[in-house]
């Protein structure tokens, strides 16, 4: 029986803050949505709640200043089957948009 990992949400929160890692996605979302062509779309898979609340803000602010379209209303998770098979995929969201 495995003990459960009770530090590994701290050290993930800390790497998180030093690294400056929702900073640098904005900033990447941002300069990808830039460079998209019209009818480009941009598919992003995020993998902790942190991660996906920069992803759908980032892209209802797109949304609202009418320079993509959403392609996802909600976000694409893992079906049963596929938790199965891959138990990382568990906490994966997918959310993609089309530049308009």
């Known amino acids: 029986r495995r003990k459960p990992r009770v530090l590994a949400p701290l050290f993930q929160a800390l790497r998180i803050a030093v690294n400056h890692e929702l900073d640098a996605l904005t900033e990447g979302l ?3 949505i830039d460079q998209l062509s019209a ?4 598919v ?3 993998y902790h709640s942190g991660e996906d609340r920069v ?3 980032l892209f209802q602010t797109a949304v609202s200043g009418e320079r993509v379209s959403l392609l996802t209303q909600h976000p694409i998770t893992p079906t049963a089957d596929e938790q199965r098979m891959n138990a990382r995929s568990r906490s994966a969201k997918l959310r993609a948009i089309e530049r308009l």
């Open 44 to 46: 992003v898979i995020s």
């Open 39 to 42: 009818g480009g779309r941009l």
């Open 30 to 32: 941002n300069q990808a």
């Open 55 to 57: 992803v759908k803000r």
